[in-house]
């Protein structure tokens, strides 16, 4: 019998696909990363009541369930990243680092040192071996709206054939369905939407505590001031609202100089990118084609582009203008429904 | 999943012994209210008061002196109550000094206990150990006041199985004209106790912890000694606990003490023997550890290890999954990352704390059992050392 160590944050999802596999008679056993992270709310995955959600889950499924300290990774490669790419002006996504360096990471390396075959997750992605062989790739889900590859580029190509996704083939209706009639606790619960490290998604309060605000000019293309700003780690690229300056056209931040400590508005022509370069990559197939689907945000539409892979880096070349193009954020390239890789995005090209 | 099973969690609590499985049997036809005064309320009574004789012949005391409660838990904190009490009335005979003093390495319900009547205004103080967990007999000589009234110190710890001097510390109690109470949990039923010889006032155990029931727990307050109820409302227990008694439960802690007071020493002999096996194993197989506890004054079946660079949960998850029972020193189930208050206490650094594994052995085990543990953790240790970044010897 196979073995699966399956991750359970405690919500509704990642407890579905441990019943799933347990149903399909694997032999499993649920971890809870616990994060330490302290928040009155608790509710976020990593929470001592996210935990007790996750606990009792497995114990309603008849398996063992265990919490790994993760605390240490978490600080450093999702906390820490996300306030340094802050600090120069970047935009991070730190979900994409967690999985990188903690589910996919280190989780996983406890999985395999375990003795497990293979680690699970209550990600909405699928991973198919087209020859039943160990060419394994990543696809969209069934459910498109929950469509979480994005966030998973990061995967290690020949990790794939180690990792299961349970929820590959179901909608997110018919996985709360599934944990009503198997009667799991989470079945109703809410879906957590912020980053989990910060209450209420309040990035601006959060960055506050972490990293000196300097207040500075917010300029034009020309360099001509515009009005005052808090600090540029609390401004994003595309950003519109909370600028505090009337203008007769709208506004959009377009540039965070950290160097200057400034922040450049500019008009909505002004966001447009043609192209972008990105580094940190990962490839989930071979050889990149030349041409691919681009998302430069999870919110974001794919578009197509034209691709020039080398030396680590990849360079896209948009055959029309895109918005908003932010470093920090990851570019994911798609053929159809496979995944074929990624990066971060270090710079627009205007 | 293993077939096997290997439960090293004694500490924790135990099978039923088969004689106490049958003693149950035989009396769960018995549904009379101990308090009735028909036939079927004075059969459930008499049992009780034969359960209590054994009980209190076991320790050295009289029946009287015996209240049964619970748990163990509850036992406890009925001992640390009376210190909050501020009642005028008659029939409470709460002792006038009222400040408590007990150790850093206490089980939880004493430590939450004592932390509930600093809240309400009592002056508690916590007593330190050194490295083996031994009571630093020193500051309790400096801290104890002709304003203590109480001092809680177990007579051995659940974590690292360490035994005080229960009579030395009693006696610098009573040498102050303060309550000695001790959380004898995992003591009774594990090394010989006699509250006459040991001299304390109030010591507290429980059956499940030596093949009883759960659910049951008693308090021996010797005669004299101020009491106040925790649980009021009826004339159980003379007054002292009301509720009505857990007839089955308390028949099935008297036989377990029963069956103690004939196994006690030759299972003691044994479980010296098979923890010394486990111990040369591990020593013997395992780089970078390290035992915590008194190397000697140690309840015979419980051992505590730090296996440098790992995690104590990932080691549990792995021998769960090969059918072995332990426990770690990590919490982090409850959501926080603090390792166990008993190693932290001990001196342990928090890293070092949270690579620990608790083994306490019982009746049951073998040497296969051992030496299959020791195999099985070997195994576990060195995979998990090898993607550690805190290991730093790989």
């Known amino acids: ?350 | 999943m293993s077939d096997r099973t290997v439960y090293l969690d004694h500490n924790a609590t135990t099978p039923l012994h088969p004689e106490v499985k049958k003693a149950l049997s035989e009396a769960f036809e018995m549904y009379g209210n101990p308090s009735s005064l028909h036939r079927l309320g004075r059969e459930a009574r008499a049992k009780i008061e034969v359960a209590r004789q054994d009980i209190a012949a076991f320790i050295n005391a009289k029946p009287e002196e015996i209240i049964f409660t619970g748990s163990g838990s509850e036992a406890n904190n009925t001992v640390l109550s009376i210190f909050s009490c501020s009642s005028k009335s008659h029939e409470c005979s709460c002792f006038s000094r009222k400040d408590v003093m007990t150790t850093t390495i206490e089980h939880p319900c004493v430590l939450e206990s004592s932390k509930c009547l600093r809240d309400k205004g009592t002056c508690v103080s916590t007593l330190r150990v050194d490295k083996d967990g031994k009571l630093d007999l020193d500051n309790l000589g400096h801290v104890i006041s002709d304003k203590t009234g109480l001092v809680s110190v177990m007579t051995a710890n659940n974590e690292i199985g360490t035994i005080q001097d229960i009579k030395t510390i009693a006696k610098m109690v009573h040498a102050k004209d303060a309550l000695f109470h001790t959380d004898a949990v995992q003591a009774v039923g594990k090394i010989p106790i006699d509250v006459r010889e040991l001299d304390v006032d109030f010591l507290t155990f429980s059956g499940h912890k030596i093949y009883g029931p759960k659910g049951v727990g008693a308090i021996y307050v010797k005669k004299g000694v101020p009491f106040c109820p925790y649980i009021h409302g009826g004339h159980q227990e003379r007054g002292r606990r009301a509720g009505t008694e857990n007839t089955l439960g308390i028949i099935g802690f008297a036989k377990a003490v029963e069956m103690r007071k004939s196994e006690m020493l030759t299972e003691t002999k044994k479980l010296l023997q098979l923890k010394a096996r486990l111990k040369a194993g591990i020593e013997k197989n395992i780089p970078d550890i390290k035992f915590n506890g008194h190397p000697t004054d140690c309840l015979p079946g419980t051992l505590n290890v730090s296996f440098e660079g790992t995690e104590g949960e990932a080691i549990l998850l792995y021998l769960d999954m090969e059918g072995i029972a332990v426990s770690t020193g990590s919490a982090c189930a409850s959501g926080s990352l603090d390792p166990s208050h008993v190693l932290l206490a001990i001196g342990l650094a928090a890293e070092f704390a949270h690579s620990s594994i608790r083994m306490s052995l019982g009746r049951d085990n073998t040497e296969k059992d051992v030496d299959y543990t020791v195999a099985k953790m070997a195994q576990v240790v060195k995979r998990v050392r090898s993607i550690s970044t805190a290991y730093s010897k790989k």
């Open chain 1, 1 to 350: 019998m196979k073995k699966v160590l399956v991750a359970m944050s405690g919500g509704v999802d990642s407890s579905v696909a441990a019943y799933l596999l347990k149903e399909q008679g694997y032999e499993i056993a649920g971890v809870t990363m616990c994060l330490g992270v302290k928040r009155e709310d608790a509710a976020a995955c990593c929470g001592a009541e996210a935990i007790n959600d996750a606990r009792r889950v497995c114990d309603v499924i008849g398996i063992g369930h265990y919490v790994l300290d993760f605390s240490k990774e978490f600080d450093k490669d999702v906390v820490g990243y996300f306030i340094d790419e802050y600090a120069k002006g970047r935009t991070p996504n730190p979900c994409v680092n967690c999985n990188k360096y903690l589910k996919f990471g280190q989780l996983l390396a406890y999985a395999k040192s375990l003795g497990f075959d293979y680690l699970a997750t209550g990600h909405y992605a699928k991973i198919i071996s087209a020859s039943g062989g160990n060419d394994f790739v990543l696809k969209k889900p069934k459910d498109r709206k929950k469509d979480q590859t994005y966030f998973l580029y990061c995967i290690k190509k020949e990790d794939l054939g180690k990792i299961i996704f349970p929820l590959a083939d179901y909608t997110k209706e018919e996985v709360r369905a599934i944990a009503k009639k198997a009667k799991l606790s989470v079945a109703e619960k809410k879906e957590s939407q912020d980053i989990c490290f910060i209450p209420e998604g309040d990035y601006a309060a959060y960055l506050r505590d972490k990293i000196k605000l300097v207040p500075g000019d917010i300029v034009n293309l020309n360099g001509k001031v515009m009005g005052k700003h808090k600090g540029v780690v609390a401004y994003t690229i595309g950003q519109r609202q909370g600028l505090g300056i009337s203008h007769k056209t709208p506004l959009y931040v377009i540039g965070i100089d950290v160097k200057n400590n400034r922040v450049v508005v500019g008009g909505k022509q002004d966001l447009l990118s043609s192209g972008l370069i990105a580094d940190n990559v990962n490839l989930l197939v071979d050889r990149l084609p030349t041409a691919a689907a681009a998302k430069i945000r999870y919110s974001f539409k794919e578009t197509m582009c034209d691709v020039f892979g080398e030396n680590g880096i990849i360079k896209i070349n948009f055959p029309h203008y895109q918005e908003a193009v932010t470093p920090g954020q990851s570019v994911v390239l798609y053929d159809g429904d496979i995944v074929l890789g990624g990066g971060v995005i270090r710079e627009a090209i205007k």
